[in-house]
């Protein structure tokens, strides 16, 4: 018995030895052959046999983006800034880039908005489900532009450069609000100016110099025409329109059609909470209202549904534009719409298709 238990020992004990020795005096693993690309650039010392980028620019358009209240209240619960993207981060990181318009500022405070409250102010933190979700570009002229003050719009704007999120729309005073950016891809620039029909929840009573206002033509046609020379297409963010209704009103018709005629390529319109037609116009395309995206209107199913239009541009020219209905839930959380429910959508809007084509 002691015999057979010594001789385990001993084959035990050399076994371990000889992993020791083996660990001990192995070559380090020699490093890894370069990557196929990268050793034939090498090779040709040039940028000869790099794949070109693809000549299209892809970008997802939504509405209205609200992180405050409900919203703020379910992400806080979640302990997670992304939790009204989740069920769309798929989709949304499908594009280049995304737009949409904010709807909530950022104060730097934290304490959650009442439910009832029509003054917004977002978390801090959730930024971070802008940033994860391919949001590079966001308007911030709307009605609820100044629910945290002047200081709350300069907290925004910083706030949002920051996180890597450029804005549009409104500032500390008019060159500001109507200063036009540049998102740049594959050396494509997609100029953007965004302006709102009133700058606080008054229906436009207040004037003042803090955000682009869809009144102000003059400004319009002339940050279009500057935009024209430095940018190979150019979108025009309009927060306008009735609250709550299907049909686009006079003011929202004359101020997109002013952007076009003057050179816009696309009016993306938000702010009636509904979704509304979309018109070709000229030489672009007019969205009237894509509705809600993120939103905790959870009282009817209007307020729930919402319109994101991924666009394609091609050789500086809009080539489609894509209707991909959404549905929001649980006062927060948007989801793409079932098959089934995508059909009831698009005939309550009498929309034939779900792809439009802007070019032959
Ligand atoms: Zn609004």
């Known amino acids: 018995m002691s015999k057979r238990f010594l001789i ?11 992993v020791f020795l083996a660990r001990k005096f192995v070559r380090p693993i020699s490093a890894p052959p370069l990557p196929q690309r990268e050793f034939v650039d090498q090779l040709l010392g040039d940028d000869s046999v790099k794949v070109k980028p693809p000549d299209q620019v892809q970008i997802i358009l939504v509405g209205d983006i609200m992180l405050s209240r409900n919203v703020a209240a379910a992400i806080k619960k979640a302990g997670n800034p992304d939790l009204p993207f989740l069920q769309l981060s798929d989709f949304l990181n499908s594009s280049d880039f995304n737009f949409g318009n904010l709807e909530s500022p950022f104060s730097g405070r934290n304490n959650i908005t ?24 966001l308007s911030l002229a709307n009605n609820h532009a100044l629910d945290q003050g002047i200081t709350g719009i300069i907290f925004t704007r910083k706030h949002l450069a920051e996180s890597g999120i450029i804005s549009v729309g409104a500032g500390n005073n008019q060159d500001e609000a109507w200063q036009s950016e540049l998102v740049e891809v594959r050396g494509i620039k997609i100029g953007f100016l965004a302006a709102s029909y009133a ?11 803090y955000v682009a206002r869809t009144d102000d033509f003059e400004n319009l046609k002339l940050k279009i025409e500057n935009l024209k020379s430095r940018s190979d297409f150019i979108i025009v ?65 209007k307020t729930k549904e919402g319109l994101a239009v991924k666009i394609k541009i091609s050789d500086s020219k809009l080539q489609s534009a894509e209707l991909f209905p959404i549905i929001i839930e649980n006062y927060c959380c948007a989801r793409l719409m079932t098959e089934k429910e995508k059909t009831g959508f698009m005939n309550t809007y009498n929309l034939a298709t779900s792809t439009i084509w802007l070019l032959p």
């Open 199 to 209: 700058s606080a929840n008054d229906s436009g009573k207040i004037k003042n110099a």
């Open 8 to 18: 385990i020992l001993i084959i035990c004990v050399a076994a371990s030895g000889t």
């Open 114 to 137: 009442p439910s009832g409250s029509m003054v917004f102010n977002a978390p801090t933190d959730n930024v971070k489900g802008l940033v994860d979700n391919n949001f590079k570009i």
């Open 237 to 301: 963010s309009m927060h306008a329109g009735t609250e709550y209704t299907r049909q686009p009103n006079a003011a929202q018709t004359d101020f997109a059609h002013a952007a076009i005629d003057a050179g816009a390529n696309v009016v993306v319109g938000h702010h009636p909470h509904w979704v509304q037609g979309y018109e070709k116009y000229g030489n672009g395309i007019i969205f009237y209202s894509l509705g809600n995206f993120i939103f905790d209107q959870e009282w009817s199913q």
